[in-house]
């Protein structure tokens, strides 16, 4: 089994910076990609930052770049979204994804956390 814990979520000022975290835990033989996505209500859900595990290579969505910033720790299992320069239309709830490989044998699945708010007031 495996298990996404997300924090660090909440509301904040535009203008304002949070942090959120997510720790994977259980049966991973090999994180791929670790990264975050968000739906704000009546949207759909968009990539807002990825990051690969072996190279450390980035990709972010351009709403956020410039003010996003994705970071791992590998021996933890975690990834990281620093979000400076909050706006308004950043209000959703950000959902982390994991692609890994259960085995050498298989092929990589995605893996979703529950999502926490991120709530950017004017």
């Known amino acids: 089994q495996v298990q996404l814990v997300e924090s660090g979520g909440g509301l904040v000022q535009a203008g304002g910076s949070l942090r959120l975290s997510c720790a994977a835990s259980g049966n991973i033989f090999r994180i791929n990609t670790m990264g975050w996505h968000r739906q704000a209500p009546g949207k759909q859900r968009e990539l807002v930052a990825r990051?690969?595990?072996?190279?450390?290579?980035?990709t972010y969505a351009d709403s956020v770049k410039g003010r996003f910033t994705i970071s791992r720790n590998n021996a933890n299992k975690t990834v990281y979204l620093q979000m400076n320069s909050l706006k308004p239309e950043d209000t959703a709830v950000y959902y982390c994804?994991?692609?890994?490989?259960?085995?050498?044998?298989?092929?990589?699945?995605?893996?979703w956390g529950q999502g926490t708010q991120v709530t950017v007031s004017s």
């Open positions: 990051i690969t595990s072996t190279t450390g290579g980035t």
């Open positions: 994804k994991m692609n890994y490989f259960r085995s050498a044998y298989v092929s990589s699945t995605d893996y």
